[in-house]
């Protein structure tokens, strides 16, 4: 007898549970649980086709058929309601899409009427569901009737329902330009940022769990027509062999394009999970700030050279210090720059100049020249403006106050990034799921979130914690800048953007930054893996760090050879950035794999040069469903004219590879009943 069935994972075959005591949960895919429906579907099929109708059936024996067949059920029911909770733990993707999708692709995907379907299928399946639940209190008839209407011929029974279902997502059902849901949602999800990143799952994840769902809804529809025609046939209203046989290899064909389709749709779609910008961006919840590493900064000539000369003029001072306060002018009112001096500007002789709280991390709130120029956001002075004048030396020499750079480490200026390896727990099989940045100690790490690797790729959501932060002071006994951390300077400020992927059989273990010249330079670990029995393969020798291959292994050593060039060749420019947070427009991704970017003071003219720029975003990124990531990446997102936001992001794992249709066409229900149930 043909029958075949659908799609599974490789080797579905060898973990399905050969005898009792059988825990769905093993069952954690919907192409298995399909396998093993119909495999249940089948055998019962294989228990009525013995009898010839109900009247040569003596009395006991036809009850005994009908609990065997009900007995099944319940089986079935069991595994779809398992799978039910799990993939709809959280909204429906279908709704997801229906509230993310801009209007107008909306209704060419015809949503809504899917939606539509879905539902009737669903709410007959529940009523198919209470009805054997309380089989013993119900009529046969209220059965056969039920069983009838699921069979009928009329455009809303399940029959035709699941027709439509699959109409949707195969190519060229409905008119010839028509290339199908999957396909057409592909195509936008290549440029709906906001859809992968609202819902925290990566374009193909978005895709792959909307196929489960119908694939579901599907597998739903299929059980309830094979019972009704086997009640139909037990209460006698017909023999339906040819027309149960006929569903069956309806529903076989609609699978097998339904996995061709989804497969061709994935094909080449973003794996990228990340996090869009929070509806409103708060300090220490949803980012955090280097500080006060370059500042914008007003010293007198007079102080910024050894002789208290006013020889020069402000450019000169591209790199000094500050060497006293003459005469206890303005210096004498403001926090005096301990560290370098850097880029110093003219502006105009004299200003008036609005003192900033001290505890927001500024010097000021804005500057305003003589000339009318403002540097900063002219608003009122809570704390009193100062009116600071340059002045005459001798008639001929200019003592002018300059605009400069504050270079100043101590303190008041969070500038360290970890170096050391955060890794999940390898031995006991834990991979990275999720990955933010947290500010622990003034120093930034990158936290990962562990779950505990199963087959298939699953994760065990139960065990899902984000590791702690290995949460050190920098000021702790054998710690030491350059090895536990890296503390930024204006020499020292660059931080490597890459995405980084590991083969097939590799998951991501851990992560880490590490020093290449003056980078800072990510990197993530990779671990082998075996899909199908979901362990790690000796994870202790077999571990690997991988950085950007583009890295030019020679200047990492830059005892061998001489002066260190950056290896990451394209700066990410922040042009005139103004602070991050002042934008209304949504961030977007806007750097690529193999650039830089430079922490870097927001510009003079906007903000007076006081605010470090970009700032960490410390959103979690982790995916809806717990999934194991193949790589993982440092990106920069924001708009033009905006200092941004530095964020990790996630590569999820590729399933595209595991999803095959390997079924033989022709095969028995030997076959796959290898599966015992009872
Ligand atoms: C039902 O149909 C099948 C095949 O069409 C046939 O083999 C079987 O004998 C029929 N049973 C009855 C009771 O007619
Ligand atoms: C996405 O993940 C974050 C953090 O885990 C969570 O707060 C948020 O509710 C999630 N969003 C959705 C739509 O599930
Ligand atoms: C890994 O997990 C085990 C069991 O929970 C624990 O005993 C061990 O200390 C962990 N190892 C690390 C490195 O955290
Ligand atoms: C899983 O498979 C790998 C080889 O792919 C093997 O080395 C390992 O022992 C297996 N683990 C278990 C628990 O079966
Ligand atoms: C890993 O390597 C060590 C030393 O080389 C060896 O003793 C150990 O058996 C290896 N572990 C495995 C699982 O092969």
């Avoid at 006081?610 to 790589?631: E, K, R």
């Amino acid at each position: 007898m043909k029958f075949g069935v659908v799609v599974l994972f490789l080797g579905v075959l060898d973990v399905l549970p050969l005898a009792n005591g059988f825990d769905p949960r093993l069952l954690v895919t919907v192409p298995q649980v399909i396998l093993e429906v119909v495999s249940l579907t089948l055998k019962a099929r294989k228990i009525i086709g013995k009898y010839n109708g109900i009247d040569s059936i003596p009395h006991p024996l036809l009850d005994r058929a009908e609990r065997d067949i009900f007995k099944r059920l319940d089986l079935i029911n069991d595994r779809l309601d398992y799978l039910t909770t799990r993939t709809e733990a959280q909204e429906s993707v279908l709704n997801q899409l229906i509230r993310n999708l801009p209007g107008q692709l909306k209704l060419e995907l015809r949503l809504n009427d899917l939606n539509d379907y879905i539902t009737r299928i669903e709410v007959n399946f529940r009523r198919m569901q209470a009805y054997v639940a309380e089989r013993d209190q119900i009529e046969k008839s209220t059965l056969s009737d039920f069983a009838k209407n699921v069979v009928s011929h009329d455009s809303s029974s399940s029959v035709n329902l699941i027709e439509r279902i699959f109409a949707f997502i195969s190519p060229g059902s409905r008119g010839i330009t028509d290339t199908g849901l999957l396909h057409i949602l592909a195509e936008n999800l290549k440029e709906l940022d906001t859809l992968k990143c609202d819902t925290n799952q990566s374009a193909q994840q978005v895709l792959y769990n909307l196929y489960n769902s119908i694939a579901l809804t599907e597998l739903k529809g299929y059980t309830m027509i094979q019972f009704s025609y086997m009640l139909l046939k037990l209460y006698n209203e017909g023999n339906f062999t040819k027309e149960a046989q006929q569903q069956q290899e309806r529903f076989e064909s609609r699978s097998n394009a339904a996995i061709r389709a989804i497969k061709a749709a994935m094909e080449g779609l973003s794996r990228d999970l990340y996090r869009c910008d929070p509806r409103k961006h708060v300090k220490g919840k949803t980012y955090e700030e280097v500080t006060q590493l370059l500042q914008g900064y007003v010293q007198n000539e007079v102080d910024m050279n050894n002789e208290g000369t006013c020889r020069e003029n402000c450019a000169e001072y591209k790199y000094t210090k500050s060497y006293g306060c003459y005469k206890n002018l303005y210096c004498r009112q403001q926090r005096n720059c301990a560290g370098k001096i850097l880029n110093c500007k003219y502006y105009d002789s004299d200003m008036w100049i609005c003192p900033a709280s001290p505890l927001s991390g500024r010097r000021y709130e804005y500057i305003k020249y003589e000339s009318g120029e403002v540097l900063g956001r002219e608003t009122a002075c809570f704390r009193g403006q100062t009116k600071v004048d340059s002045w005459w030396r001798w008639l001929f020499w200019h003592c002018s106050y300059c605009m400069c750079l504050c270079d100043e480490a101590g303190p008041n200026s969070d500038r360290f990034f970890n170096l050391r390896p955060v890794e999940s727990n390898m031995t006991h099989n834990m991979v990275v799921t999720g990955l933010r940045f947290v500010k622990v100690n003034r120093v930034f790490h990158l936290q990962v979130q562990e779950g505990l690797l199963e087959p298939f790729g699953k994760i065990d959501e139960t065990t899902l914690r984000w590791v702690p932060v290995d949460g050190y002071k920098i000021t702790d006994r054998n710690v030491h800048n350059g090895q536990d951390y890296h503390q930024l300077s204006w020499e020292q400020r660059a931080l490597d953007l890459d995405d980084l992927q590991g083969d097939q059989g590799q998951l991501v273990t851990g992560v880490k930054f590490k020093k290449i010249g003056s980078h800072l330079n990510f990197e993530i670990r990779l671990t082998p893996f075996d899909f199908k029995n979901g362990t790690l393969v000796d994870p202790v020798n077999k571990s690997i760090w991988k950085d950007n291959p583009n890295t030019d292994s020679s200047l990492k050593n830059p005892r061998l050879h001489g002066p260190i060039k950056p290896v990451h060749l394209t700066r990410l420019n922040l042009y005139q950035p103004d602070i991050p947070t002042r934008t209304t427009s949504p961030s977007v991704p806007d750097s690529s794999t193999d650039q830089y970017v430079e922490f870097v003071n927001s510009d003079f003219k906007k903000d007076a040069a006081q605010t470090t720029v970009p700032f960490i975003d410390i959103q979690p990124v982790q995916s809806l469903i717990a999934a194991p990531l193949s790589g993982a990446g440092i990106f920069h997102k924001g708009q033009p004219h905006f200092g941004g936001f530095v964020a990790p992001k996630l590569i999820t794992y590729d399933f595209r590879e595991h999803l095959k249709a390997i079924f033989p066409e022709e095969g028995d229900v030997e076959g796959v009943g290898s599966v015992e149930m009872n």
